[in-house]
């Protein structure tokens, strides 16, 4: 069964918790974004989002494997939605079992926070007035990955 | 098939790429995918270039990683001519 | 709906989270306690739970409504389970929906914290050599709540 | 019907009252209710009277709360003769 998954199709909290069950397991944390009705003021009618498939999927397989050694959890399991996600639905789903709560639940945060900053999926913002595409402006792990062009003269001449 | 000699040898002569846009450079730009004429078969090339043909992306590209056959590549990567090149302007999933 | 409850019956996670359900939330954490196999180094058949109900009720009452204030979390639904939990099954599972995931895994951790130091139940360990009530040693909260008996002399005499 | 007058007076004069056990007091007792007599209506005299009475029990009393209907209680409260009273031990739900 596949531990980090990208779908169109709602997604099935109950399937990810039975992925992480573990006897061995005494705290399980599932953490799941929902689309609001309302972000920054702006009415949403619903989100869509969009991914670059491959990359999205290895740097989830990355993460899922960095928070198992990092966090000695027992079992993890993660889902990003793609394509039309409506106000009150889940576009992301994290579930992680441990043996004892403190793991759970940092191994669950650890993971939302690098998913939102290393996995490449953007969401579009759809309201009646319009929709837009959202880029936030200080997207920490990005920073570190970009470049302005510098070409050089010799360059320019080439 | 291509070798990673093929990859040093183009490296260094001029020649085109494809390149996949995603999210709001793919708006602004109005294709999801385009080649490029690059001088040089690097990553800060395909950017140089980019920014070129389509200078209403310069901004939003100025904030974009580049991930090259589907890992993040700096930007004195060496590309090969059928590389799979992608602009990834900053994120916003979850 | 009730939103704080103790169950005879194995307790319904998908309830629970459609409890905390909200157009509002954009951040859900569900965290539950599964009896374990093993603990401290001894096998567990099954757990079972006891608790002063009344008194169970109103704690997890005062918690939750002290979480919705303290964390301006959305919603928040808990329920512990009573009497025979068998291994992999779920002892207590925690329920809060927040505008932003920080209030939402804080409060569910907060609440746990707070659940396994207020509220009166009691777990008794159960394998094919025995069984035994549950009662740590640094019992936080009851600490401060605990007494001698200190007679004095004139009591002796009354 | 017991009012705040009742309680207050039955505070200075003994009798009995009902106390809960649970978990480890309650097998250590061996009931999970008794009467015991008290020579004040406290918290603190309830806990001497148990003690007393149920000497195993004396140990994990002492890491024990009361509760006195259906709030943990302090050790100088004051008790009505039907006032629920309950043992509580260390817990260990979650």
């Known amino acids: 069964m596949l531990q980090v998954d990208l779908t169109n199709d709602p997604i099935d909290v109950s399937l990810l918790l039975s992925r992480v069950a573990s006897g061995l397991a005494g705290a399980n944390v599932l953490f799941t974004g929902t689309t609001r009705q309302e972000t920054d003021g702006l009415t949403t009618d619903w989100l869509e989002y969009d991914a670059y498939e491959p990359l999205a999927r290895s740097e989830l397989t990355r993460l899922h494997e960095q928070a198992v050694v990092r966090f000695q959890i027992v079992k993890c399991s993660i889902v990003h939605r793609l394509g039309k996600v409506s106000v009150g639905e889940v576009s992301v789903a994290v579930a992680v079992s441990a043996i004892h709560r403190a793991e759970a639940f940092a191994s669950a945060s650890w993971l939302m926070e690098r998913i939102k900053a290393d996995v490449p999926v953007w969401k579009r913002q759809v309201n009646e007035s319009g929709s837009f595409w959202v880029h936030p402006e200080n997207s920490e792990t990005l920073t570190r990955k970009t470049g302005q062009c510098s070409r050089e003269p010799f360059d320019e001449l080439s | ?94």
């Open chain 2, 1 to 94: 098939m291509v070798t990673s000699d093929d990859c040093l040898k183009s490296g260094s002569t001029s020649g085109e790429v494809s390149v996949k846009l995603f999210a709001g450079v793919a708006e602004l730009a109005g294709v999801k995918e385009l080649r490029v004429s690059v001088n040089r078969f690097t990553v800060a090339e395909v950017r140089c270039a980019l920014g070129t043909h389509l200078p209403q992306v310069a901004m939003l590209l100025s904030r974009s990683a580049i991930a090259v056959d589907g890992r993040y590549a700096t930007e004195d990567e060496v590309l090969c001519s059928d590389s799979e090149i992608a602009v990834i302007p900053p994120v916003s999933g979850g």
